[in-house]
């Protein structure tokens, strides 16, 4: 039986369901489902052609990856009921496939500006108050 890939988190996860596009940079996007969220980073779920657009053909095995940066965009829908872009930069971190065209991604976030960042902040605390409800 394959054992689940387990990381140990630095940060809260609030469970989403926020599309999102992702691809390497200045390349085509393509979608995802944004599955989980936190300060540093996210978990996002794909297809196959997702994968195929961000991993080189010999890097498609699930489980740890290193050195590949992508862009992800997305938007947050904030507490005051506006909405917030965010397009930034993140490194893959692992991912693993649950089926023949169904993959989870996780991200690391390694640049992302100022007002992104303090709509996800205010985004995270509100869902992590709603989460304690």
């Given at each position: 039986?394959?054992?689940?890939?387990?990381?140990?988190?630095?940060?809260?996860?609030?469970?989403?369901?926020?599309?999102?596009?992702?691809?390497?940079?200045?390349?085509?996007?393509?979608?995802?489902?944004?599955?989980?969220?936190?300060?540093?980073?996210?978990?996002?779920?794909?297809?196959?052609?997702?994968?195929?657009?961000?991993?080189?053909?010999?890097?498609?095995?699930?489980?740890p990856v290193?050195?590949?940066?992508?862009?992800?965009?997305?938007?947050?829908?904030?507490?005051?009921?506006?909405?917030?872009?965010?397009?930034?930069?993140?490194?893959?971190?692992?991912?693993?496939?649950?089926?023949?065209?169904?993959?989870h991604v996780?991200?690391?976030?390694?640049?992302?500006?100022n007002t992104?960042?303090?709509?996800?902040?205010?985004?995270?605390?509100?869902?992590?108050?709603?989460?304690?409800?």
């Open positions: 039986m394959k054992q689940p890939l387990w990381i140990k988190r630095k940060h809260s996860r609030v469970k989403t369901d926020i599309h999102c596009e992702v691809g390497l940079p200045n390349n085509d996007l393509s979608d995802g489902q944004i599955l989980d969220l936190s300060d540093d980073g996210l978990k996002f779920g794909c297809a196959r052609h997702t994968i195929h657009n961000i991993l080189p053909e010999n890097r498609r095995t699930p489980g290193m050195d590949i940066v992508i862009e992800i965009h997305f938007e947050l829908q904030l507490p005051d009921l506006t909405a917030q872009a965010v397009k930034c930069k993140a490194t893959l971190i692992h991912f693993e496939r649950l089926a023949q065209e169904k993959y996780g991200v690391h976030f390694i640049n992302m500006n992104a960042t303090k709509a996800l902040e205010a985004f995270l605390e509100t869902a992590l108050e709603k989460q304690k409800i």
